[in-house]
């Protein structure tokens, strides 16, 4: 059974920080594929930012809406993935989803909210 958490949302000013941390525990053999996704209430859930590992490296991508303030990143020591957040906007203002894509399957965590006041 593989168990995806995230952490480090909270209420945050606009042009604020905040890193996001995501957590896979459980049978996991190789990670292929990390993704963070965010939900805005009333909105669809969209794909914030992403990285694919092909043998030892990674290759991040963004959406232009969040390219330059956000950064994906994953501590495969420690396996905990991050999205670090800078200069947050309110329309930030979301719950943020982590994906994992492990062994051929995908996973996800339960959401972590992310408040930016104007």
């Known amino acids: 059974q593989v168990q995806v958490v995230e952490s480090g949302g909270g209420l945050v000013q606009a042009g604020g920080s905040l890193r996001l941390s995501c957590v896979p525990s459980g049978r996991i053999f190789w990670i292929n594929l990390i993704r963070w996704y965010r939900q805005a209430p009333g909105k669809e859930r969209e794909l914030v930012a992403a990285s694919a590992s092909v043998r030892d490296t990674d290759y991040p991508s963004y959406a232009d809406s969040v390219k330059g303030r956000f950064t994906i990143s994953r501590d495969k020591t420690k396996n905990i993935i991050f999205l670090q957040m800078n200069n947050l906007k309110p329309e930030d203002t979301a719950v943020y989803y982590c994906?994992?894509?492990?062994?051929?399957?995908?996973?996800w965590g339960q959401g972590t909210q992310v408040t930016v006041s104007s």
């Open positions: 994906n994992v894509e492990a062994d051929g399957s995908g996973y």
